[in-house]
């Protein structure tokens, strides 16, 4: 995929999500952009990272989340 692609496939995704998931996003977009050489090496240097971050990614479009509020709740 071209950068722009990725851009509107990433707008398509944040139009979707709830306000709290719009603020786990953010958080980890922030992270990455200020890590962003070092962090996508890191990740990709994961073995199935690719796949498991595309599961994490339809799980999101399809709900299957657990809230942050059921998270701190629980823990």
């Known amino acids: 995929m071209k950068t722009l692609e990725l851009r509107e496939q990433i707008a398509e995704y944040v139009d979707q ?3 709290e ?4 996003a953010v958080d980890f977009l922030a992270y990455l952009a200020s890590k962003e050489d070092d962090a996508t090496e ?3 240097k994961i073995a199935g990272f690719k796949q ?10 399809q709900g299957k989340v ?3 509020d059921k ?3 629980k823990y």
Not at 52 to 61: G, L, R, T
């Open 21 to 24: 998931k719009l603020l786990v």
């Open 52 to 61: 498991e971050f595309a599961n994490a990614v339809k799980n999101v479009q």
């Open 71 to 73: 998270l701190q709740r």
């Open 17 to 19: 999500l709830s306000e």
């Open 42 to 44: 890191e990740l990709l």
């Open 66 to 68: 657990i809230s942050v």
